[in-house]
Nanobody, 120 residues
Framework: QVQLVESGGGLVQPGGSLRLSCAASGSIFSINTMGWYRQAPGKERELVAA???????NYADSKKGRFTISRDNAKNTVSLQMNSLKPEEADVYYC??????????????WGQGTLVTVSS
């Protein structure tokens, strides 16, 4: 089993910054892609940013230049630095990991979600 635990959500004013963090634990052999998604009520989950084990990154177009994703492969952690936040970016943010376990199983794992509120 693999678990993802997120932290760092909360309330921020428009234009402010937040840093989300996620730690993976369990029977992990390797993690390929880690990332962050957001989901509003009644809508599909959508990509915010992702990063491979080699450091290649992918961002939603609207996040480029304001958000930065990073990871520590040795610690199995991924972080998302969000700057210049907008009210419409308030959502539940989910950590994601594409893992291979020590038993050779490939798993797509999601965190429980962390709430980001952008409001004055």
């Amino acid at each position: 089993q693999v678990q993802l635990v997120e932290s760092g959500g909360g309330l921020v004013q428009p234009g402010g910054s937040l840093r989300l963090s996620c730690a993976a634990s369990g029977s992990i052999f390797s993690i390929n892609t880690m990332g962050w998604y957001r989901q509003a009520p009644g809508k599909e989950r959508e990509l915010v940013a992702a990063i491979t084990s080699g450091g290649s990154t992918n961002y939603a177009d609207s996040k480029k230049g304001r958000f930065t994703i990073s990871r520590d492969n040795a610690k199995n952690t991924v972080s998302l630095q969000m700057n210049s936040l907008k009210p419409e970016e308030a959502d539940v943010y989910y950590c994601y990991a594409d893992c291979r376990t020590v038993l050779g199983a490939n798993l797509e794992v999601w965190g429980q979600g962390t709430l980001v509120t952008v409001s004055s």
